[in-house]
């Protein structure tokens, strides 16, 4: 009778462990979450929600942007000069169109694909270096973080880049929809209403955007075969390339999106604040870097997934604004974006079906 009581409690006890390691993650943002909304005035405002994602598009995209290498089992440390690089370009781009006479639309949306075309630029030069000539990860997209660095000073010469027509600040700081009591629900455009008319702004345009490159990217990596084929490249290289997968033009495209998004991401911020910078996106990197990671991403490669790196970019965003909202000096987050993230890792690695 005691032995049989004893087996029963082992397949428990695996059974909450194995809970544990699925839901953990979310289970910590919520908690998060409700402890800000005591301790820090104002953050349980449902305009808090949107504070959080529109201040935190950058590091959404960048972390998605690692995700896709940290799962081939690299590193881009490239990506926040690329989107400053970006944001430099798109504005200078943008604006020149604009100058020459090209209508508001028109000079917004070729300068935008211009810029998407340049950004990936760089990330073909990465993927290229790691995939054909068997460069370190490390070593390749560190060196092209001081090449989009210095090509980004050369351009501004040390000012922000700027001239954005004022469309661009519409679409950047606007929201999809707008409800005006007596005037009804209002799409892109904010309505006309009498002054001290209170408008409700619902979703930023930019996490509009965000929302659906992450949709796409959700899509093409759990339900596709590239999607696939990145998991195996990360997996198990020889394996992969025994399996027939091309895992040279694998990598190099996901290095070329890593730089894609980094460049969108810049393109978001050149809008939000109608201007781009050279170190636009320098503070950005450690933290795209780390969402990956407390999303339970491997370094080694092989794992990771669009829906955790997410809860993992919302732990940091919601650090970071509650912490904000506390006046708690920004040095703070840093040390506590560390202890969650070696938190992260031992719960990965040693909870049931994680790898040790």
């Given at each position: 009778m005691e032995a049989a009581g004893v087996a029963g409690v082992e397949p428990t006890r695996a059974r909450v462990l194995s809970l544990l390691?699925?839901?953990?993650?979310f289970a910590f943002l919520a908690l998060e979450t409700l402890y800000f909304c005591f301790a820090a005035e104002g953050f349980a405002n449902p305009n808090s929600l949107q504070i959080l994602l529109f201040y935190g598009v950058e590091i959404f995209l960048l972390a998605m942007a690692e995700l896709f290498v940290i799962v081939t089992g690299g590193i881009d440390l490239s990506v926040g000069y690329v989107l400053g690089l970006a944001s430099i370009v798109g504005t200078k781009l943008i604006g020149a169109l604009a100058g020459a006479g090209a209508p508001p639309a028109a000079a917004l949306a070729l300068g935008a694909a211009l810029t998407l075309a340049v950004g990936i630029l760089p990330g073909l030069v990465n993927g290229w270096l790691v995939a054909y000539l068997d460069v370190p990860p490390f070593i390749a997209t560190f060196s092209m973080l001081g090449v989009c660095h210095g090509v980004s000073e050369l351009i501004i010469e040390g000012v922000y880049a700027m001239g954005l027509p004022p469309l661009a600040a519409e679409l950047g700081s606007g929201h999809l929809l707008y409800y005006a009591p007596g005037a009804g629900m209002s799409f892109?455009?904010?309505?006309?209403?009498?002054?001290?008319?209170?408008?409700w702004e619902i979703v930023p345009n930019v996490v509009v955007l965000a929302a659906v490159v992450i949709a796409v990217l959700w899509f093409a990596l759990s339900r596709t075969r590239f999607g696939r084929h990145v998991y195996a490249v990360g997996g198990?290289?020889?394996?992969?390339l025994r399996a027939g997968i091309p895992v040279r033009r694998r990598l190099l495209a996901v290095y070329a999106l890593s730089a894609g998004l980094a460049?969108?991401?810049?393109?978001?911020?050149?809008?939000k604040y109608v201007s781009g910078k050279a170190d636009a996106g320098a503070g950005s990197l450690l933290d795209s870097i780390a969402a990956?990671?407390?999303?339970?991403?491997?370094?080694?490669?092989?794992?990771?997934?669009?829906?955790?790196t997410v809860a993992g970019c919302l732990v940091i965003a919601v650090l970071e604004l509650g912490l904000?909202?506390?006046?708690?000096?920004?040095?703070?987050?840093?040390v506590l974006v560390g202890v969650i993230l070696v938190g992260a890792v031992?719960?990965?690695r040693w909870l049931p079906g994680k790898g040790r």
């Open positions: 390691a699925e839901r953990w993650l892109l455009a904010r309505p006309e209403v009498e002054r001290g008319t209170e408008v198990n290289r020889d394996a992969a460049s969108l991401a810049g393109l978001a911020y050149a809008l990956v990671m407390i999303g339970g991403a491997s370094m080694f490669g092989g794992s990771g997934t669009v829906g955790r904000r909202m506390r006046g708690t000096p920004t040095f703070d987050k840093y031992v719960i990965e």
